[in-house]
């Protein structure tokens, strides 16, 4: 670890309201790693990745009410300096076929201890969300 330039792994906290329901990190299936209940928007979860230059990582998580954009969303915090608030963020809501820009979710949800950045969503019940990992400039 280091400052936020090249790093050889990156930390990221994240949460969905309601669900995750996956995680991909270069082309990898690592829902397995990600340390939290996925089923509990209230906790925490974390995963530690080996940077990749260029590698996407994906989320993909579920509101149990509606669209994501009124009634959850996603927050992430990662320690290169990535957050919600990278405007590199695409999202996607038929399962990764076409991307675009997240709406902003208006859910009263936030990532405790403290909201650190805007809470991503879609205009659907579930959606992915991704970005390149690489560290903010």
């Given at each position: ?5 090249d790093?050889?792994?990156?930390t990221?906290t994240?949460?969905?309201d ?16 990600v340390?939290g209940?996925k ?5 925490l979860?974390t995963f ?12 993909k ?9 009124p ?19 695409e ?9 675009d820009t997240?709406?902003e979710?208006?859910s009263?949800f936030?990532?405790?201890p403290e909201p650190t ?12 969300f ?7 400039s």
């Open positions: 670890k280091g400052d936020k330039g790093k050889e792994t990156v990221c994240f949460t969905v309601n669900e995750v329901t996956g995680v991909v990190y270069a082309s990898v299936d690592i829902t397995a790693d340390v209940d089923s509990d928007w209230r906790q979860k530690v990745v080996t940077h990749v230059p260029g590698a996407y990582l994906v989320v998580g579920c509101d149990s009410v509606g669209d994501m954009c009634n959850g969303g996603f927050m992430i915090d990662c320690d290169n300096g990535i957050t919600g608030d990278d405007s590199r963020w999202a996607s809501e038929d399962d990764g076929v076409t991307w997240p709406c979710s208006t009263p936030n990532l405790n950045s805007r809470k991503l969503g879609v205009n659907a019940k579930c959606g992915w991704r970005i390149q990992l690489d560290p903010v």
